[in-house]
């Protein structure tokens, strides 16, 4: 299996960021961005569901439905070029998914959800392999520990549990990268805007 | 460059002799070559504009073992801290270790709306009151115990003596759930905008409690709190001590006995306690309290002791692995078989330099809390 993997070479390659709905995002936040600079306030097109949302907090109350914004770590491995799909699939309707792409779920640290988190992100969901089938054979073993952490620090925080998700790619029952997006974009629309919005 | 020449006055830089005892004394210096606490001084003087602004001003510990010696009393420290808030306006960071996942969180915790969940340490046997002259600041205790759960650090059990201990001489303190961190790393780190924010947060919701004594177990927090705060907030309606200032008292007046064992004890004093808030002598009554003269100390120890290695998550590495090594040596050979500290940071760097693969073996030595040492000898 690993071998099959390999012997397909380098993962395919992809633009940065997908649009994703009718909304574009700006770009993949660089993990380490530059104090002075926010990618994801910066996305234009934001601002006026957020200020419905806040005004509402949450669902579509107001007449604006929130549209929160999701920060997703892709495995380069896992994802098979599926967030094309997802994004046009029946859910995504309107909302920006900020990709960040990693060679491994397994790169993905804690203080990297920390950090998309502190630009503002309503949610944060890291995408790795299914268990055995890792690229890189454990990194997503390393990820599944480290996500422990990072759900631990978020809960301190007082985050709500269901603003951070790791899945693995494809999800349960089979589920592309892009029907996984758009259920965790739901469950975060419920949740409302992140108290971290700035 | 104003503000720098400000800092070189402010900090008597320009009494500087030139005798590089600073430099042989930095613990920094023995193991990386590059660091100067005398080149920097020196340039500075000289009008070297780069000597302040760069790399080499992030790897100082801060912990203030040159100003000790420097026979013309130049706070070095204090140099570097401005020089790290002028480097930070323009953009420069240190290297923070973890990914700066502590500055993260200290950053999330500026924002006025969070609402964090941090008393899962809380047991039902401590006696905690809403409202009281007391208040027991905690620090980031939970949060460490939530990232270093691998290395087994169990920092929350220092909360939960802390109170223990508290409890036992008849204090039954405020702990605040909307308490955040004090802010120490981020004025260390030149992140004085932040630092503010989160101090003038605790100071509001300090004053709301209406308590007038503040209590830490955290000689950071202490520092931050009592030295700090005033300088950037303006002046306290309270007074801040470490429990060990608190608890001395009471053992000397025979309010609080322990148990004794004979455990062979050694202490490292934690750099903000020692040579910042000057309490040397009170953690050591109370270690003797407990271990009587099975305590001893290392040959380099008060305000000639030797740094944990790191400070404020800021450049871990070979040269911090070494520092700690050097120390954990020094306190095994006291004959201890126990390290006690008063500081949760030391206790988890060193606990950290001893789980690399490669630390010496004869150097492996227990690392306990003060705190944790003391509520698990109380007298019932
Ligand atoms: S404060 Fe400590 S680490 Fe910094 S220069 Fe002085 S002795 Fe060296
Ligand atoms: S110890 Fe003091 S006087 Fe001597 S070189 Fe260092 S800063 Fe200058």
């Excluded at chain 1, 799909?85 to 998914?97: E, K």
């Excluded at chain 1, 054979?137 to 520990?145: K, M, P, S, V």
């Excluded at chain 2, 006995?257 to 750099?271: H, W």
Aim: proline share 5%; net charge positive; glycine share 8%.
């Amino acid at each position: 299996m690993k071998k099959e993997k390999q012997a397909s070479g380098t993962p395919k390659a992809r633009p940065a960021a997908k649009k994703v709905g009718a909304t574009a995002g700006t770009g993949a936040p660089k993990p380490a961005a530059s104090k002075k600079e926010n990618p994801l306030k910066s996305a234009p097109t934001d601002a006026a569901p957020v200020e419905a949302a806040t005004a509402s907090k949450g669902a579509a109350a107001g007449g604006a439905r929130f549209e929160p914004r999701i920060v997703a770590f892709v495995c380069e491995w896992c994802g098979d070029g599926q967030e094309a799909d997802g994004a046009n699939g029946p859910g995504a309707g309107g909302t920006a998914v900020r990709f960040v792409h990693v060679m491994c779920s397994g790169r993905v640290q804690p203080s990297m959800v920390l950090k998309a988190f502190e630009l503002g992100a309503d949610g944060v969901i890291v995408c790795g392999c299914r268990p055995g089938k890792c690229h890189y054979y454990f990194g997503n073993e390393r990820q599944a520990e480290m996500f422990e952490t990072s759900k631990k620090l978020v809960s301190l925080l007082g985050l709500e549990a269901d603003r951070l998700r790791l899945e693995w790619i494809p999800g349960p029952d089979g589920r592309t990268l892009g029907a996984v997006l758009d259920e965790f974009t739901e469950k975060v629309r419920r949740v409302g805007p992140s108290p971290l919005r700035k | 460059m104003k503000e720098l020449i400000e800092a070189i006055k402010l900090t008597g830089a320009r009494l500087c002799l030139d005798c590089g005892k600073c430099t042989a004394v930095c613990p920094v210096a023995r193991t990386n070559g590059s660091f100067s606490p005398r080149k920097t001084v020196a340039n500075a003087v000289a009008g070297d504009e780069d000597a302040l602004k760069d790399d080499t001003i992030w790897h100082c510990l801060t912990c203030r073992l040159c100003s000790e010696r420097c026979p013309s009393d130049v706070d070095y420290v204090d140099l570097t801290r401005l020089a790290r808030a002028d480097a930070y306006k323009d953009g420069k960071e240190a290297q923070c270790s973890h990914g700066s996942a502590f500055q993260l969180l200290m950053r999330i915790m500026t924002a006025p709306e969070l609402k964090q969940q941090r008393m899962g340490w809380v047991t039902p046997d401590l006696k905690i009151a809403e409202k009281s002259d007391w208040l027991y600041f905690v620090g980031c205790i939970p949060y460490f115990d939530a990232f270093f759960e691998k290395l087994n650090v169990n920092t929350s059990e220092i909360a939960r003596s802390t109170v223990k201990l508290l409890n036992a001489v008849g204090i039954e303190p405020v702990v605040m759930p909307d308490e955040r961190c004090c802010g120490h790393d981020l004025l260390w780190g030149g992140d004085i905008e932040n630092f503010k924010m989160l101090a003038r947060h605790n100071v509001e919701k300090i004053k709301a409690t209406g308590a007038t004594k503040i209590v830490s177990a955290c000689p950071e927090c202490v520092t931050t709190l009592k030295v700090y705060y005033p300088e950037f907030v303006g002046a306290l309606p309270f007074e801040v001590m470490h429990l060990t200032e608190l608890l001395d008292k009471h053992v000397a007046s025979g309010a609080l006995k322990f148990r004794k064992n004979s455990k062979r004890v050694t202490f490292q004093d934690p750099c903000r306690l020692g040579r910042f808030l000057n309490v040397y002598e009170q953690p050591r009554n109370l270690l003797k309290a407990i271990c009587g003269d099975s305590f001893k100390d290392m040959r380099r120890s008060r305000n000639s002791s030797v740094c944990c290695g790191t400070s404020g998550w800021m450049n871990c590495g070979i040269h911090s692995k070494a520092i700690q090594t050097g120390r954990l040596t020094e306190a095994r050979r006291t004959g201890s078989d126990l390290l006690a500290t008063a500081c949760a940071k030391c206790k988890i760097h060193f606990m950290c330099a001893m789980n690399d693969t490669g630390f010496p073996e004869e150097s492996k030595i227990e690392v306990e809390d003060l705190a944790v040492l003391l509520a698990s000898s109380l007298v019932k």
